[in-house]
């Protein structure tokens, strides 16, 4: 194996330190640890509620608020979205 591709590797304490909680990432924005893993539990719980409620409206609105950290760190450029709900929303943020 090159040089190169060695170089290639990235582990999760490379973006990341143990000791850190945030990242800034492309383009400068903030990225929290846990934020793929919010994103993940909110686009889940998405489905289990009512549109027009309050508490879908404050899963949409976290999925909203989450949606530019999972765009810089480039979940969008590797994942499709599968759902039409889901992508609309990422659309909006």
């Not at 994103?39 to 608020?65: C, H, M, W």
């Amino acid at each position: 194996m090159s040089n190169s591709e060695k170089s290639k590797v990235v582990r999760p304490e490379d973006v990341l330190p143990d000791n850190a909680d945030v990242t800034v990432m492309n383009g400068g924005v903030p990225v929290r640890k846990g934020t793929i893993g919010a994103f993940i539990s909110n686009a889940k719980n998405l489905s289990e509620l009512e549109s027009g409620t309050p508490a879908y409206d404050e899963v949409v609105a976290q999925l909203r608020a989450l949606t530019p950290a999972l765009t810089a760190v480039g979940v969008f450029d590797i994942f499709e979205v599968r759902s039409p709900e889901l992508r609309e929303i990422i659309a909006d943020a």
